[in-house]
C-alpha cells in the first residue's frame, strides 16, 4: 500500500511539474481551409518541410484562437508544411529570443515586436528581409506601406504586421451610471468630477498593475497623459527620434499622474498586482477604468459581467495648445519575422501568408485592429472591437508604445523611472532630469 | 619507464572528467571574464577592438541607477538570515528528529517537500499568500480584528525584502536539515550512551557531543547557505522580480536584466563574475573559520 501510495505521489509530482512548464508544443488542427484571397508564389511549400515557429500566443491569450486558425488554414493549404511551434509567456519570450538570437539559435518563423525590439536583431544581421514576399501584397493593395514602417529599417521590410493596437480608455457603463455619466469623460474637468464622484462612493476608479514586470501597464496610462499634454509629434521626437527628455510637458505630465494617484483615483493595491490581477478586477466590476491595449477587447467582450458595460474611448486632452483627440499610442507592433538560414525561403512564404491569416481572425476575434486590408465576412466583429476602429478613423497620429519604440538598453532605464513614478520615488522634475542625463 | 605509463593512464583516465570540467566549468568563467571587458549586446557579432572599454563596466555597476551595491547588501542580509536564522531552526529539527522519534520518516518527508516542489509553484503559492485583497495572510490579520487598509506585502517598499525572504528562507529549512540529520544519525550511539552515562542531558549531549561531530556537516551547510544566498534569484524572481522600485533586488535579478532587458551583455557578465569571485571568496572564509584548532588557536 505504502508502495503505491508512494508511486503516485511521484506521478502527481511530475504531472504537476509538466504541468507548470511554460513552454509547450502544439500542433495546428486541420479543420478549416479558408484562406482567403493569396497570391503570394507558394512553390515553395509544396515540398515537405518542417518549420520551427515561436510565439507568445499561450493558451489564455487573447491572440491564440486567431493562431489555431491561421495553422489550421495553412496546414490545409500546405499539407507538406509541418510546424513545430512553441509557445512562451510574453515576458519570458523576451528573454528566450534574445538568449535565441545570442547563440544563433532562432526558431524559423518568430513572433516579435517591431521598432527597436526587431530593430536589434536586424541590426545584427540575423532577420531575413521580406521585400520580395511582401512587395505583391503591397502592389494589389492588400498591405501598406504605413502599416510596414514600423519593421522597416533602411527602407527594407523585415516584419509582417498582424494586427495593431492602441492604448484605450476602457470603461465600465453600470458603475459610471451611478455618478451620473452615460458617456465616457471628454475632458479632464469631467473626468476629475467623475472620479470625485466615483470616490464618494466608495468606488475606485482607475486600476493599474505596478508590479516590476508589468510596468508598461503604467506607461499606458503615462503616455496618453504626455501626448496629450506635449502632443504627438513632440512625443514622437523624444522616444523615437532620440530628442531630449528634457521637456517640461512630460514633468507636468508626471505630476499630473502622481496627482491622481495621490488623490486615490487609482487601486492603492495595484503597484503588488500583476496586469492579469489588475484585468480581473476590473472584469469583476472593481473598477470604473481600465486603461491598456485593444487587444484586450476580446477578453471584455466574452466575460459575461461586462460584454454588455465596457466601452472604448480616449484618455481626454490634457493641454489643448498641443494634444488633441485622435493622437493615439500604439500601432503596428504585432509582427511575424523570419530568420536568416537555409528554410528561411520557404519561412518567408509562409510567414506572410500566417500573418495576414492571423489579422483576419485576430479582427473577428478582437485581439487587435487589422493591419491589412480587411477581407471576407466582418459581420461578427466584436462592438468594442469596432469601437476602438472608430477611434482609430479619427486618428490624428500614431505614436508606437515607449518600450517599443525605444532601444532595449533606453527602454530600461525608461521603465525603472516609470516604475518610480508610479510608486511615488520620483517627482515630473526628477523624473526628466534623470532621463536627460541616463539617456540624452 | 613503467612510471611513465603510469602516470599516461591516469592522464588518460582523468582526461575526460577534465574536459567537462574545463569545458562546463573554467572555460564559461573564462568567457564571462572576457566579455565582461566590452561594451556588447550580445546579439551582433563582437568587434574586439571598437567593444573593449576595459573595467568601465565593473564601475558601472555602483552607479546610481543600477545599485548594484544596494543589491548586493540584500543578499549579504539574505546570507545573515541563512546562517543565523535558516540553520539554527533546521539543526534543531535535525537534533529532533535524530532522537527517533515516532513518525521520524513522516517528519522527515514534509519538512523535505518544500525543496521537492519547483520554485514557480512555491512563488506561485506564496504570491496568493501575500494578496493584498484576497491572501490569507491579510484574511487572518483581519480575523484577529485588523481593520487598517490592506497590507501589501510585496508593494511597500518598507516590508517588501522580509516579504520575499520569508519563502525563501523556508524552502531550504529542509534541504539543510536532512543534510544535517544524516550527520547527527551518523554519530556514534556509543559517544550518546557515554555521555549520558556521565550525567549528560540530551541538551548536554547535543551541545558537547553531537554538534561537534558534525562540524563538517555543518561547515558544508554554512557554505551552501551563503553561496546560495549570494546566487538566489528563481522565488525572488517569481515574487517581486526585484520591485517595487528595487527594493528586492539581488545580484542575479540585475544580471538577468541587464542581460536580457537591457542587452548589456558586458555589464551582466561583470555581475557574474563579481559572483563567481565572492562565492569562492566566501567559501575560502568559511573554510578557514570551521578549520580544526588545538587550544592555542594554532592548526
Known amino acids: ?440 | 619507464m613503467k612510471q611513465k605509463q603510469k602516470y599516461i593512464a591516469i592522464f588518460l583516465f582523468l582526461l575526460p572528467a577534465l574536459l567537462l570540467f574545463v569545458g562546463l566549468l573554467i572555460a564559461p568563467i573564462i568567457m564571462s571574464i572576457y566579455y565582461s571587458l566590452f561594451d556588447w549586446n550580445g546579439l551582433r557579432a563582437l568587434d574586439p577592438s571598437n567593444d573593449f572599454v576595459g573595467l568601465k563596466n565593473y564601475a558601472t555597476l555602483f552607479n546610481q541607477r543600477i545599485q548594484f551595491g544596494s543589491a548586493l547588501k540584500n543578499a549579504f542580509i539574505l546570507a545573515g538570515l541563512s546562517v543565523f536564522l535558516q540553520l539554527p531552526f533546521s539543526l534543531a529539527l535535525a537534533l529532533a528528529l535524530g532522537k527517533k522519534i515516532k513518525g521520524e520518516r513522516a517528519f522527515l518527508s514534509i519538512y523535505f517537500l518544500p525543496v521537492l516542489i519547483s520554485t514557480v509553484v512555491i512563488g506561485q503559492l506564496w504570491l496568493k499568500i501575500y494578496n493584498p485583497e484576497y491572501g490569507i495572510l491579510n484574511t487572518f490579520l483581519r480575523a484577529l480584528g485588523y481593520d487598517g487598509e490592506n497590507i501589501r506585502w510585496l508593494g511597500d517598499q518598507s516590508i517588501a525584502l522580509g516579504s520575499v525572504f520569508v519563502p525563501t528562507l523556508w524552502q531550504y529549512v529542509g534541504y539543510h536539515m536532512l543534510l544535517l540529520y544524516a550527520g547527527v544519525k551518523g554519530v556514534s550511539p556509543e559517544l550518546r550512551e557515554a555521555a549520558k552515562l556521565d550525567g549528560c542531558t540530551d541538551w548536554q549531549v547535543n551541545w558537547n557531543v553531537v554538534i561537534p561531530t558534525i562540524k563538517p556537516i555543518i561547515k558544508v551547510s554554512v557554505i551552501f547557505a551563503v553561496t546560495g544566498s549570494l546566487k538566489s534569484f528563481d522565488l525572488i524572481y517569481v515574487l517581486t522580480n526585484g520591485g517595487p522600485m528595487k527594493a528586492t533586488e539581488v545580484p542575479s535579478i540585475i544580471m538577468i536584466n541587464q542581460l536580457f532587458k537591457a542587452n548589456q551583455y558586458g555589464i551582466g557578465s561583470a555581475i557574474a563574475v563579481l559572483l563567481i569571485i565572492l562565492c569562492f571568496f566566501f567559501a575560502i572564509l568559511i573554510g578557514f573559520i570551521f578549520k580544526e584548532r588545538d587550544i592555542y588557536g594554532k592548526k
Open chain 1, 1 to 440: 500500500m505504502k508502495r503505491i501510495l508512494a508511486v503516485l505521489l511521484v506521478l502527481a509530482m511530475v504531472f504537476s511539474l509538466a504541468a507548470c512548464s511554460k513552454d509547450e508544443d502544439k500542433k495546428p488542427d486541420n479543420n478549416n481551409t479558408n484562406t482567403g484571397n493569396t497570391t503570394t508564389d507558394s512553390g515553395v511549400l509544396d515540398k515537405e518541410i518542417t518549420l520551427t515557429l515561436w510565439d507568445i500566443a499561450t493558451e489564455g491569450d487573447g491572440n491564440r484562437p486567431a493562431y489555431d486558425k491561421a495553422l489550421a488554414d495553412l496546414k490545409a493549404k500546405y499539407p507538406k508544411v509541418t510546424i513545430t511551434e512553441t509557445v512562451t509567456e510574453n515576458n519570458a519570450y523576451k528573454t528566450k529570443i534574445k538568449s535565441a538570437m545570442g547563440a544563433n539559435e532562432l526558431p524559423d518563423i518568430f513572433f516579435t515586436w517591431a521598432g527597436a525590439f526587431l530593430g536589434d536583431f536586424v541590426n545584427a544581421g540575423k532577420v531575413h528581409c521580406l521585400d520580395a514576399e511582401l512587395q505583391p501584397w503591397i502592389d494589389n493593395g492588400e498591405m501598406t506601406a504605413a502599416q510596414l514602417g514600423n519593421s522597416t529599417y533602411n527602407g527594407k521590410h523585415y516584419g509582417v504586421p498582424t494586427t495593431y493596437n492602441i492604448v484605450t480608455l476602457f470603461a465600465n457603463m453600470d458603475i459610471l451610471a451611478k455618478v451620473g455619466y452615460d458617456h465616457i469623460p471628454a475632458t479632464m474637468d469631467e473626468l476629475n468630477d467623475c472620479c470625485d464622484k466615483l470616490l464618494a462612493q466608495n468606488i475606485i476608479p482607475f486600476g493599474c498593475a505596478g508590479k516590476t514586470d508589468d510596468t508598461w501597464c503604467v506607461t499606458e496610462y503615462l503616455e496618453p497623459i504626455i501626448e496629450k499634454t506635449i502632443g504627438a509629434t513632440a512625443l514622437k521626437d523624444i522616444m523615437t527620434f532620440g530628442k531630449t527628455w528634457n521637456n517640461q510637458g512630460v514633468a507636468s505630465s508626471v505630476d499630473l499622474l502622481q496627482s491622481m494617484i495621490k488623490k486615490g483615483y487609482f487601486d492603492p493595491d495595484g503597484i503588488a498586482l500583476g496586469n492579469e490581477e489588475v484585468k480581473q478586477n476590473f472584469m469583476a466590476g472593481k473598477y470604473a477604468f481600465y486603461q491598456n491595449g485593444s487587444w484586450n477587447c476580446g477578453d471584455f467582450s466574452n466575460a459575461e459581467k461586462v460584454k454588455f458595460t465596457v466601452k472604448a474611448g480616449e484618455f481626454p486632452v490634457v493641454d489643448s495648445a498641443n494634444g488633441k483627440l485622435g493622437m493615439l499610442i500604439g500601432g503596428p507592433s504585432d509582427t511575424i519575422a523570419v530568420s536568416e538560414g537555409a528554410n528561411a525561403a520557404a519561412a518567408a512564404a509562409y510567414a506572410v501568408e500566417f500573418g495576414r491569416l492571423i489579422c483576419h481572425y485576430g479582427y473577428l476575434e478582437g485581439s487587435g485592429l487589422p493591419a491589412w486590408k480587411v477581407w471576407g465576412d466582418t459581420s461578427s466583429v466584436k462592438p468594442l472591437v469596432q469601437q476602438v476602429a472608430d477611434i482609430c478613423a479619427k486618428a490624428v497620429d500614431y505614436v508606437l508604445f515607449g518600450d517599443n519604440a525605444m532601444p532595449a538598453d533606453e527602454a530600461a532605464i525608461y521603465l525603472e523611472y516609470v516604475s518610480s513614478v508610479y510608486g511615488g520615488a520620483v517627482s515630473g522634475a526628477d523624473f526628466i532630469k534623470g532621463l536627460t542625463s541616463e539617456i540624452r
